[in-house]
C-alpha cells in the first residue's frame, strides 16, 4: 500500500550544517496493515512519515500510496492525491473558531465536495464513527483532548481515505484516554480495511496497536520485526529500543551507589539492560508506557 | 461655557471632520492592508511560499512608510495628494497621507496576527490536500478573525490621534481644533471640551473593538 524507496530528506540551513532527517529509508506497508514506527525524539521518524504525503518532501527516493507515486506528480495531482491519506497529529490541529462539526467538513470542502448538506451529512456520519454526535456543534476549547483527537480522526475519516497517518497522536494524551483512541484507530483500521501508520516513542501504543514495527536511529530504520514477535518466548531485538519493547518498563536504581553519569551506551545491545539505563529520554518513555499497566 | 457654546458649529463641523478621515482611511486600510499583510506572511522567507527577494522589496517598503513620522509624510507626499484629489488643502488632503501611512500599519498587524496562529492548523489542512487560497479563506483569516478586529480598533485609534496633525494642511477635525483653540488662542474650554470629545471617541471606538473581538472569539471557553 506505502512504498518507500531509498527515502532520505536533509534539511539545508543557511550558515548550518545540513541535518540529515532521514537517511536512505525504505520500508513496505502492506495494504490494511498497522505499521507502528518508533524511536527517541530526533530519530526522524515524524519527518518519514511527513514524507509520505509529501508535506515534507523528500530529497532523494521514491514514494508510492496506492499505486500512485506521490513523488512524481505535480501540485495540483499531489494534493488530489492526498484526499486518500488522512493524518491526525500530537497536537490535534483543528481550527479553533469552527465548530467540531464545521472542522470535520473541512476535509470535505478542500476534497471539493460542493454541495454544503452533502458535506455535513458525512460530517456527521464521520463523528459517528468516533462516537460524538451531541457535541458537534460545540468548539475545540470545550472539549477535552481525547474528544479532540477524535474530531481530528473524523476529520481524518470523512474523506473515506485509505490511509491514516498518525503522528504521535497519543503523546498528549494520559493513559486512559490513550487506550481509548487507540481503540478507535483499531476499529477503523479492521471495518474499513484503513492502512494506518503510527509514529511514536510510546513503547505500549507500539505493542498495543501495531501489526509490524520499524525501529528508527538517527535517520535510519535499524530494526523491523512483526509485532507478534514481541509475544514470543526467546525473541531478542538487535537494539535497545527493540529491548525495551519487551521490557517492563523503567526500573531505578536507588541505592545511590550509582555514580553520577550517564555514559552507558544504549546502542550498545550488551550494555541495554531492559529497562537499566540511565538516559533521560529512556526514562520519560518507560515512564508514560508504565503508566498504562 | 459660553464660550464653548459658541463654538459648537465649529465643534461639530470639527467631529464631522474626523469622522470623515477615520471613515475613508480605515476601511481601505482594511481593505488594502488585509491582502498585504498576507502576501507578507504567504511570501516570508519561512512562509507558506517563500520569495525571499520579493519579500524583501515589499517589507523594506513597508517599513519605509512606517517609519515615516505621520506630519513629515503629510508634507513629503503632497505631490501625490494633489494628483489623487487635486488638492493640497482641506480635509480631503489629509485623508490622502492618512491612508497611505494606514496600510503597511494596518498589513503589519495582520501578519502578526496571522504569524501568532502557529503553524498547526496550516499543516493539518496541506494533509488534507487544501490550496493556499482554501487555507487563507478557511483557516488562517477565520483563526485570525479575533485578532484582526483587534488590530482595527487600534489602528482606528491611533489614527484619531494622528488625524490631529491635520491642521497643518488645514485638514480641520477635533484635533486641530484643539490645538487651535485651545493652544494658539487660549480658549482652554473649548481645548477641554475637544478633549473630552476625542476621549469619548477613542473609548466608543476601543469598547466596541473589545466587545465584537471577544464575541467572534472562540478559543477561550464561553
Request: charged fraction near 20%; aromatic fraction near 6%.
Given at each position: 500500500?506505502?512504498?518507500?524507496?531509498?527515502?532520505?530528506?536533509?534539511?539545508?540551513?543557511?550558515?548550518?550544517?545540513?541535518?540529515?532527517?532521514?537517511?536512505?529509508?525504505?520500508?513496505?506497508?502492506?495494504?490494511?496493515?498497522?505499521?507502528?514506527?518508533?524511536?527517541?525524539?530526533?530519530?526522524?521518524?515524524?519527518?518519514?512519515?511527513?514524507?509520505?504525503?509529501?508535506?515534507?518532501?523528500?530529497?532523494?527516493?521514491?514514494?508510492?500510496?496506492?499505486?500512485?507515486?506521490?513523488?512524481?506528480?505535480?501540485?495540483?495531482?499531489?494534493?488530489?492525491?492526498?484526499?486518500?491519506?488522512?493524518?491526525?497529529?500530537?497536537?490535534?490541529?483543528?481550527?479553533?473558531?469552527?465548530?467540531?462539526?464545521?472542522?470535520?467538513?473541512?476535509?470535505?470542502?478542500?476534497?471539493?465536495?460542493?454541495?454544503?448538506?452533502?458535506?455535513?451529512?458525512?460530517?456527521?456520519?464521520?463523528?459517528?464513527?468516533?462516537?460524538?454526535?451531541?457535541?458537534?456543534?460545540?468548539?475545540?476549547?470545550?472539549?477535552?483532548?481525547?474528544?479532540?483527537?477524535?474530531?481530528?480522526?473524523?476529520?481524518?475519516?470523512?474523506?473515506?481515505?485509505?490511509?491514516?497517518?498518525?503522528?504521535?497522536?497519543?503523546?498528549?494524551?494520559?493513559?486512559?484516554?490513550?487506550?481509548?483512541?487507540?481503540?478507535?484507530?483499531?476499529?477503523?483500521?479492521?471495518?474499513?480495511?484503513?492502512?494506518?501508520?503510527?509514529?511514536?516513542?510510546?513503547?505500549?501504543?507500539?505493542?498495543?496497536?501495531?501489526?509490524?514495527?520499524?525501529?528508527?536511529e538517527d535517520g535510519r530504520v535499524v530494526e523491523e520485526f512483526p509485532a507478534s514477535e514481541l509475544?514470543?518466548?526467546?525473541?531478542?531485538?538487535?537494539?535497545?529500543?527493540?529491548?525495551?519493547?519487551?521490557?517492563?518498563?523503567?526500573?531505578?536504581?536507588?541505592?545511590?551507589?550509582?555514580?553520577?553519569?550517564?555514559?552507558?551506551?544504549?546502542?550498545?545491545?550488551?550494555?541495554?539492560?531492559?529497562?537499566?539505563?540511565?538516559?533521560?529520554?529512556?526514562?520519560?518513555?518507560?515512564?508514560?508506557?508504565?503508566?498504562?499497566? | 461655557?459660553?464660550?464653548?457654546?459658541?463654538?459648537?458649529?465649529?465643534?461639530?463641523?470639527?467631529?464631522?471632520?474626523?469622522?470623515?478621515?477615520?471613515?475613508?482611511?480605515?476601511?481601505?486600510?482594511?481593505?488594502?492592508?488585509?491582502?498585504?499583510?498576507?502576501?507578507?506572511?504567504?511570501?516570508?522567507?519561512?512562509?507558506?511560499?517563500?520569495?525571499?527577494?520579493?519579500?524583501?522589496?515589499?517589507?523594506?517598503?513597508?517599513?519605509?512608510?512606517?517609519?515615516?513620522?505621520?506630519?513629515?509624510?503629510?508634507?513629503?507626499?503632497?505631490?501625490?495628494?494633489?494628483?489623487?484629489?487635486?488638492?493640497?488643502?482641506?480635509?480631503?488632503?489629509?485623508?490622502?497621507?492618512?491612508?497611505?501611512?494606514?496600510?503597511?500599519?494596518?498589513?503589519?498587524?495582520?501578519?502578526?496576527?496571522?504569524?501568532?496562529?502557529?503553524?498547526?492548523?496550516?499543516?493539518?489542512?496541506?494533509?488534507?490536500?487544501?490550496?493556499?487560497?482554501?487555507?487563507?479563506?478557511?483557516?488562517?483569516?477565520?483563526?485570525?478573525?479575533?485578532?484582526?478586529?483587534?488590530?482595527?480598533?487600534?489602528?482606528?485609534?491611533?489614527?484619531?490621534?494622528?488625524?490631529?496633525?491635520?491642521?497643518?494642511?488645514?485638514?480641520?477635525?477635533?484635533?486641530?481644533?484643539?490645538?487651535?483653540?485651545?493652544?494658539?488662542?487660549?480658549?482652554?474650554?473649548?481645548?477641554?471640551?475637544?478633549?473630552?470629545?476625542?476621549?469619548?471617541?477613542?473609548?466608543?471606538?476601543?469598547?466596541?473593538?473589545?466587545?465584537?473581538?471577544?464575541?467572534?472569539?472562540?478559543?477561550?471557553t464561553a
Amino acid at each position: 500500500m506505502i512504498s518507500l524507496t531509498h527515502v532520505s530528506t536533509t534539511f539545508a540551513a543557511r550558515g548550518r550544517e545540513p541535518l540529515t532527517a532521514v537517511d536512505d529509508v525504505s520500508l513496505e506497508v502492506p495494504r490494511g496493515s498497522i505499521q507502528g514506527i518508533i524511536g527517541f525524539s530526533g530519530a526522524g521518524k515524524s519527518t518519514l512519515l511527513r514524507n509520505i504525503n509529501l508535506l515534507e518532501r523528500p530529497t532523494a527516493g521514491t514514494v508510492s500510496v496506492a499505486g500512485t507515486e506521490l513523488t512524481s506528480l505535480d501540485d495540483a495531482a499531489l494534493r488530489q492525491a492526498r484526499h486518500q491519506i488522512g493524518m491526525i497529529f500530537q497536537g490535534f490541529n483543528l481550527v479553533n473558531n469552527l465548530t467540531v462539526a464545521q472542522n470535520v467538513e473541512l476535509s470535505l470542502k478542500f476534497a471539493g465536495v460542493k454541495d454544503r448538506r452533502e458535506r455535513l451529512r458525512r460530517a456527521a456520519e464521520a463523528l459517528e464513527i468516533v462516537d460524538i454526535t451531541d457535541k458537534t456543534s460545540v468548539y475545540p476549547a470545550q472539549l477535552s483532548g481525547g474528544q479532540k483527537q477524535r474530531v481530528a480522526i473524523a476529520r481524518a475519516l470523512a474523506t473515506k481515505p485509505e490511509v491514516l497517518l498518525c503522528d504521535e497522536p497519543t503523546s498528549a494524551l494520559d493513559p486512559f484516554t490513550t487506550a481509548t483512541v487507540l481503540q478507535y484507530l483499531a476499529d477503523v483500521n479492521r471495518e474499513f480495511g484503513i492502512t494506518v501508520v503510527i509514529v511514536t516513542h510510546e513503547m505500549e501504543v507500539i505493542k498495543a496497536l501495531a501489526d509490524n514495527v520499524a525501529v528508527m536511529e538517527d535517520g535510519r530504520v535499524v530494526e523491523e520485526f512483526p509485532a507478534s514477535e514481541l509475544r514470543r518466548e526467546g525473541f531478542n531485538p538487535r537494539t535497545s529500543i527493540g529491548k525495551y519493547l519487551l521490557s517492563d518498563g523503567i526500573r531505578l536504581d536507588r541505592s545511590g551507589e550509582r555514580p553520577h553519569e550517564s555514559t552507558s551506551a544504549p546502542q550498545d545491545p550488551d550494555a541495554a539492560q531492559p529497562g537499566g539505563t540511565h538516559r533521560s529520554q529512556h526514562t520519560a518513555l518507560a515512564g508514560s508506557a508504565g503508566g498504562v499497566r | 461655557m459660553n464660550l464653548v457654546i459658541e463654538r459648537l458649529p465649529e465643534i461639530n463641523q470639527a467631529m464631522l471632520e474626523t469622522f470623515a478621515m477615520i471613515a475613508v482611511a480605515i476601511p481601505v486600510a482594511v481593505l488594502l492592508g488585509t491582502p498585504l499583510g498576507i502576501w507578507l506572511f504567504v511570501h516570508a522567507p519561512d512562509g507558506l511560499a517563500p520569495r525571499p527577494r520579493s519579500h524583501a522589496i515589499v517589507s523594506g517598503l513597508v517599513n519605509m512608510i512606517r517609519s515615516f513620522p505621520f506630519l513629515i509624510l503629510l508634507i513629503a507626499i503632497i505631490p501625490f495628494t494633489r494628483f489623487v484629489v487635486g488638492t493640497s488643502v482641506g480635509t480631503a488632503a489629509v485623508i490622502v497621507p492618512l491612508t497611505i501611512n494606514a496600510i503597511p500599519y494596518f498589513a503589519r498587524l495582520v501578519e502578526q496576527n496571522i504569524t501568532q496562529l502557529g503553524s498547526g492548523a496550516v499543516e493539518a489542512s496541506r494533509a488534507m490536500g487544501a490550496t493556499r487560497g482554501q487555507i487563507i479563506r478557511n483557516v488562517l483569516l477565520v483563526d485570525a478573525k479575533p485578532g484582526l478586529i483587534g488590530s482595527i480598533t487600534i489602528t482606528t485609534v491611533s489614527f484619531i490621534s494622528y488625524s490631529a496633525m491635520s491642521g497643518l494642511v488645514g485638514g480641520g477635525g477635533i484635533g486641530d481644533l484643539a490645538i487651535r483653540y485651545g493652544y494658539y488662542r487660549y480658549e482652554t474650554p473649548t481645548m477641554i471640551a475637544a478633549i473630552v470629545l476625542m476621549v469619548l471617541l477613542v473609548s466608543l471606538v476601543q469598547f466596541t473593538g473589545t466587545r465584537v473581538a471577544r464575541a467572534s472569539d472562540r478559543r477561550i471557553t464561553a
